[in-house]
């Protein structure tokens, strides 16, 4: 099973950017399908991103043109990158493998001026 951590949360002001990072150790990450997800305070958590192992992409409405995922399967480590960001986008955000496995830690990502 593959272990996850993220990094690259923190405060910023609206309109501002943020990248995300997810690195795994313990599996062999580029046969994994990989998500990035969020829960804000009082909602569920939800999929906000999507990267095959293939490479292909897929986003919820509500990021869409905003957030791009990305991964670089020879560091074991998939991005968020994540511009013209929202109060709304606060949440702490988690990386997990499709299916989903373990869930780490995540990341707290603030938007607020």
């Known amino acids: 099973q593959v272990q996850l951590v993220e990094s690259g949360g923190g405060l910023v002001q609206p309109g501002g950017s943020l990248r995300l990072s997810c690195a795994a150790s313990?599996?062999?990450?580029?046969?994994?399908?990989m998500g990035w997800y969020r829960q804000a305070p009082g909602k569920e958590r939800e999929l906000v991103a999507s990267?095959?192992?293939?490479?292909?992409?897929n986003y919820a409405d509500s990021v869409k043109g905003r957030f791009t995922i990305s991964r670089d399967n020879t560091k074991n480590t998939m991005y968020l990158q994540m511009n013209s960001l929202k109060p709304e986008d606060t949440a702490v955000y988690y990386c997990?493998?499709?299916?989903?496995?373990?869930w780490g830690q995540g990341t707290q990502v603030t938007v607020s001026s």
């Open positions: 997990n493998t499709i299916p989903r496995g373990a």
């Open positions: 313990g599996s062999i990450f580029s046969i994994y399908h």
């Open positions: 990267i095959t192992r293939g490479g292909s992409t």
